[in-house]
């Protein structure tokens, strides 16, 4: 039965596309190695507000974040994980201006365009209990040295993060699936809020190739950034091209400014909910494909996502 548990366990690792470290309990073993290569497509139209509700961006914007990922975990030890994560971005945001040419004013469609590096996360991971409960403990840094603070879209608020994050993880044994729960706390330096995390994990494998993952990603404002003075707010409207109607939405002059890439924010609560498929294409190469959803949030914006990865995962005592 040992044998049996820990046969299965491998294949959670690795049929259900290898956790992240962020996102699983499980520790790699020592020398370890997984390697995930995604591109991921980000389009949105729409903000939450204050409230909770959606409603369309200022001056029909629209924005499209394209990026390429290089996530990389290696074991040090069979309890201790480093990770690195680092995107290469193609930003694109659309909105639409009034320009006045002497007695005559329309409205005129302006596109700004950005690529290069985001933020980069280094991540370190303890795992201090095995049984019943698989238990770590992972520290997280995010660092914004890659590129500058008053790029033509920013890639990120160009701030250091840092964060503390419990995991549990526990097999589903007998039944071929693993179950995960995660909470931390974010500091963010700077003008941000602080964030309280929160992350809900599935997964089953179907066969011993594929796999499905299900996974509820959270984030709940601490309420305690620096916010710049809001001035009244500016009321805009356009003709929708799609249905010929005008759309009129109110905002302030500094959420003007920042919306460049409206998947920022200073103070906002947000939920992803991310579905995965995973098929392993050969003895140390699987392939992922997700889509991920944002059902809920206030203070930014929700969008859809859609990720293609090729992963390749290393484990020393299953090399042969």
């Known amino acids: 039965m040992r044998k049996l548990q820990s046969l299965f366990l491998s294949l959670i690792i690795t049929g259900v596309s290898v956790s992240q470290a962020w996102a699983g309990a499980w520790s790699m073993n020592k020398g370890g190695v997984y390697a995930k290569v995604s591109y991921n497509h980000y389009y949105t139209n729409y903000t939450f507000t204050d409230g909770g509700g959606t409603q369309r961006l200022p001056a029909g914007t629209t924005f499209t974040d394209n990026n390429t990922t290089l996530y990389l975990e290696y074991g040090i030890t069979d309890r201790l994980t480093i990770s690195g994560s680092l ?20 409205t005129q469609k302006v596109e700004k365009h950005w690529n290069g590096f985001g933020d980069m ?60 729960v995660e909470i931390g706390y974010r500091w963010r330096t700077q003008a941000p809020a602080d964030e309280f995390r929160y992350l809900l994990e599935f997964g089953v494998n179907a066969t011993r190739k594929l796999a499905f993952r299900v996974k509820l990603d959270g984030t709940k404002s601490m309420h305690n950034a620096d916010l710049p003075h809001q001035p009244k707010p500016i009321t805009t409207a356009y003709i929708d091209e799609e249905t010929g109607q005008v759309i ?10 920042i919306s460049a890439n409206p998947s920022l924010g200073l103070q906002y609560d947000l939920g992803k909910l991310e579905l995965t498929t995973s098929y392993q294409v050969a003895k140390r190469w699987f392939c992922e494909l997700s889509y991920t959803n944002y059902p809920y949030g206030k203070n930014i914006s929700p ?9 390749y995962y290393f484990d020393r005592s299953h090399a042969l």
């Open 303 to 311: 969008g859809d996502q859609y990720s293609l990865a090729l992963v």
């Open 121 to 180: 996360e280094l991540g370190l991971k303890y795992c201090f209990l095995t049984e019943p409960v698989v238990t770590s403990v992972q520290f997280l840094y995010k660092n914004a040295w890659l590129y500058d603070k008053n790029e033509n879209i920013p890639p990120g608020n160009h701030q250091d993060d840092y964060e503390l994050r419990f995991l549990a993880g526990k097999s589903l044994w007998p039944f071929p699936g693993y179950c995960g």
């Open 248 to 257: 009129k939405t109110s905002s302030s002059s500094s959420s003007q400014a």
């Open 87 to 106: 995107p290469y971005k193609w930003l694109r945001s659309t909105y639409r201006q009034q320009v006045t040419a002497g007695e005559q004013t329309k």
